[in-house]
Nanobody, 124 residues
């Protein structure tokens, strides 16, 4: 099992920045990649970004490309999401997720472990 705990959410004005962190514990060696997803009220959970533990390879949703940066610290088993130039449409609960299998995917169902989420609110 892998446990994931997110932190760093909050309220920020449009144009501002926030940094989310995800601490992983347990059998983290069994995971291949980490992802960030978000879910706004009344909407489906959507992919934000993903990073591989091994080489730091990243992939972003078009909606956040150029504004968000995902990074990892293998020694500390943490993954971060730096969010800049935030927009009101970025408002959502942000979830950290871990995937065991190799291969790029943006589908929530193909991630194996999930954190509880952290709320991000961007005011206009």
């Amino acid at each position: 099992q892998v446990q994931l705990v997110e932190s760093g959410g909050g309220l920020v004005q449009a144009g501002g920045s926030l940094r989310l962190s995800c601490a992983a514990s347990g059998r983290t060696f069994s995971t291949h990649a980490m992802g960030w997803f978000r879910q706004a009220p009344g909407k489906e959970r959507e992919f934000v970004a993903r990073i591989r533990w091994s080489d730091g390879g990243t992939y972003y949703a078009n909606s956040v490309k150029g504004r968000f940066t995902i990074s990892r610290d293998n020694a500390k088993n943490t993954v971060s999401l730096q969010m800049n130039s935030l927009k009101p449409e970025d408002t959502a609960v942000y979830f950290c997720a871990a995937r065991r299998s190799v291969g790029l995917t943006t589908k929530p169902d193909e991630y194996d472990y999930w954190g509880q989420g952290t709320q991000v609110i961007v005011s206009s």
